[in-house]
């Protein structure tokens, strides 16, 4: 027998050779110890979940753990704590005053004059939630918009019980009209597309003209149309210089382009300007390794 | 001393009164005021005549074409906010280029500052390297489909209807260029802003009116001035400067339009505050005006037998040689023969008397200056300093006589830094 701390919290370590071979499981089932279980009393706080993963509402009730394994545990519960599903939501508070928790699910319960002991596995719905990628939005590549896997509300009442804190991992622009994600780009003005041919100018230094470069253009040669120069030097007598953008699709001409987004869900372009901000949220928890560690917080 | 003076002048025989005259009227002030009185009076008696018997209301501004305003600059990142202020808005039909021509500073973030608060209004065309003001300006028409194109300095700020008056004459279409008021902005700070200020008074606000009424006006200052769109194609835009504003005036008059001034479209621009900066800045204005542009380059305008002659181009031509080139040199041979003539000495009494008759023509020429002005209060105290205009008119004279025999000797105007070397190397030479 091991005294851990002032708080008179009990555990006897029973390694699972000392469990003896003729031991039933019946036993080993109703006594909570089983193979590599620790005997401990840790207070816990319990959320009972509804079949579809909300945390139901009010107080959590109070839960004794009494044996933990690395992936089952025997708990006490109140007479009046049995929860209608049986999944569950176990918050162990540490010595500095965090609480981590674990999903798991009653798989038997034993009514004892001390109160009903439950047998537990981690899983279930509530490790589903808890579960690093069910709390952070991913791409949906159907629809092209951010989504979480569950409902916003599931997150919203585990939110309320103060399991999940809601974090805004980053910002994103999306369509205004859909939500969906969208492309970027410099494109026409008058009609948003990014098929843009850029004109290119060219400055002769003798005469100070200037002109798209075409018009420079003889079959030839490079002869200035003002001053009728034949042969001339990029660098030397001319530069070339960026001119108007003239769109393909369109043939608007303009002398600067737009940032244009092109929704990938629903087509709309927009300028970037129009886009709709998206804030990307995501829920932190602070989880438990296993359901043995439970012990160790006494 | 004045008794003295009395019995010079009374001994003066008729021969020496005209030479003393003929001095006079090689300085531009006394010339001026002839000129400008005699337009005064015209507009004056008009104007009577008009109240009385005219039943129909002056519209003020009634036409309104397109106008693009192109700003074009190197360095001028400090003055070009102003600069936009002071358009935007003043006017429906705008936009404004601006190009920053290689500048090292923050003028084209600046002015892109500005294009992202009104983005259908301002353009901000930037270029890596310099490429010189008249290829700025090039590259600000190949952006622009504007009927009106005004060329604006970036250090300058417009009147509130500037934009309004200087489009007003194209709707003469016969009208290729309209030159603008420009008057400096900073005239109390010194005495060399002074004097600038009621210089531009005297020859801008009043002279250009006198040389457009004559019909030889030959710049729309690049400070702010108007131009036909069409006729800047049809001339393949502003040749490599400097004096590249006079230079397109004169093709736009060459090719038989005619240049109008909007007298009240005011540019308020900064005026060099040093005597070093102001004698600097009018050396290259000077050099490149008669010799370099009316004697080498456009000197067809004054041969009857060449294609596009025309007779008040020539009279231009005539009046800015003379104006310009000769009547300094003339001034030089005066002083000679005053100072070699034995009753014109002792001089004090001659240059007495010069400089006396000098300031009562100052004086004659603020009373068209006063009749014309907008702003008689601050334009009265600009022009208390007419008595001093003589000396500083004579200052001029001589950067004048320098700068002109400079470009005639060495084509001084070749080797400004007004041009990056590049384009100067392979530029032509007139």
Not at chain 2, 30 to 54: E, H, M, N, Q
Not at chain 2, 92 to 99: K, M, N, Q
Not at chain 2, 259 to 269: I, K, L, M, W
Not at chain 2, 391 to 409: D, K
Request: glycine residues 8%; proline residues 4%.
């Amino acid at each position: 027998m091991t005294t851990v701390d002032s708080k008179s919290v009990v555990c006897d370590e029973i390694q699972s050779d000392a469990v003896g071979p003729g031991a039933s499981q019946a036993e080993a089932g109703s006594t909570g110890i089983g193979h590599g279980r620790s005997k401990c009393s840790v207070p816990l706080s319990a959320f009972a979940l509804t079949s579809d993963g909300h945390v139901v509402s009010g107080e959590p009730f109070a839960a004794v753990a009494t044996s933990c394994g690395k992936s089952s545990a025997t708990i006490s519960l109140g007479w009046d704590a049995m929860p209608a599903h049986p999944s569950l939501i176990l918050g162990a508070s540490t010595l500095d005053g965090r609480t981590l928790y674990t999903g798991c699910v009653l798989t038997s319960h034993e009514v004892r004059e001390d109160g009903i002991h439950c047998e537990i596995t981690r899983g279930g719905v509530g490790e589903l939630v808890l579960a690093d990628q069910a709390r952070v939005p991913t791409l949906d590549t159907e629809f092209f918009q951010y989504r979480l896997p569950y409902a916003d509300s599931v997150y919203e009442s585990w939110s309320r019980a103060g399991i999940l804190k809601r974090t805004v991992l980053d910002r994103v622009l999306v369509c205004g009209k859909c939500q969906s994600v969208a492309t970027f780009r410099f494109a026409c003005r008058q009609c948003g597309s990014g098929r843009v041919a850029h004109k290119m100018l060219a400055h002769h230094f003798a005469c100070a003209f200037v002109a798209p470069l075409s018009e420079f253009e003889t079959a030839e040669t490079l002869k200035c149309p003002n001053c009728q120069t034949k042969h001339l030097v990029a660098g030397t007598d001319f530069e070339y210089m960026p001119g108007e953008n003239e769109c393909d699709v369109c043939g608007w001409s303009d002398r600067e382009l737009e940032q244009t987004g092109h929704c990938l869900n629903c087509d709309s372009r927009f300028a970037a300007h129009k886009a709709a901000e998206q804030e990307l949220v995501g829920y932190h928890v602070e989880r438990l390794a296993s359901l043995a560690d439970i012990a160790d917080l006494g | 001393m004045l008794n003295g003076w009395h019995l010079w002048l009374t001994s003066l025989t008729w021969d020496e009164v005209a030479t003393l005259l003929l001095g006079m009227s090689l300085l531009d002030g006394p010339r001026y005021c002839v000129a400008t009185a005699i337009t005064c009076i015209y507009d004056w008696v008009c104007g009577i005549k008009r109240s009385l018997f005219s039943k129909q209301p002056e519209v003020e501004f009634s036409h309104c074409p397109s106008v693009c305003v192109m700003v074009v600059g190197l360095n001028e990142g400090s003055g070009l906010g102003a600069t936009i202020e002071s358009i935007i808005g003043t006017y429906p039909r705008l936009e404004i280029v601006v190009v920053d021509d290689g500048s090292d500073d923050n003028m084209a973030e600046i002015g892109r500052a500005y294009a992202g608060q009104h983005p259908n209004i301002v353009t901000v065309l930037s270029r890596p390297w310099r490429g010189g003001k008249s290829s700025a300006l090039n590259i600000a028409a190949t952006h622009t489909t504007a009927e009106v194109v005004i060329c604006v300095d970036a250090d300058s700020h417009l009147a509130s209807d500037a934009i309004w008056e200087i489009v007003q004459p194209f709707r003469d279409a016969t009208v290729g260029a309209v030159s603008a008021t420009v008057s400096v902005r900073n005239c109390f700070t010194n005495f060399v802003t002074w004097f600038q200020g009621l210089e531009y008074l005297q020859s801008i606000f009043v002279g250009r009116l006198v040389a457009a009424r004559l019909n030889v006006l030959p710049i729309a200052s690049g400070a702010l001035a108007g131009f036909r769109r069409e006729l800047l194609v049809r001339l393949g835009g502003w040749d490599v400067g400097p004096g590249e504003d006079l230079d397109m005036t004169v093709r736009i008059r060459r090719l038989g339009y005619r240049v109008r001034f909007a007298q009240y479209a005011f540019c308020h621009t900064e005026a060099p505050t040093t005597w070093k900066a102001l004698l600097k800045q009018r050396r290259r204005w000077e050099g490149d005006g008669p010799v370099r542009h009316f004697a080498r380059k456009h000197i067809d305008m004054a041969k009857p037998w060449h294609r596009d002659f025309r007779l008040s181009n020539m009279f231009m031509f005539l009046d800015g040689m003379t104006f310009n080139l000769l009547c300094g040199y003339g001034m030089v041979v005066w002083s000679v023969l005053m100072l070699l003539h034995p009753d014109m000495r002792p001089p004090p009494y001659a240059w007495l008397t010069f400089y006396v008759v000098s300031v009562i023509a100052e004086i004659i020429a603020l009373g068209p200056l006063m009749y014309y002005s907008r702003n008689r209060k601050h334009d009265a105290i600009v022009a208390l300093a007419f008595p001093l205009m003589p000396a500083y008119r004579m200052l001029l004279l001589g950067v004048r006589i320098f700068s002109n025999t400079a470009e005639i000797i060495y084509r001084k105007s070749f080797t400004e830094p007004h041009v990056p070397p590049h384009v100067r190397a392979v530029t032509w030479r007139w």
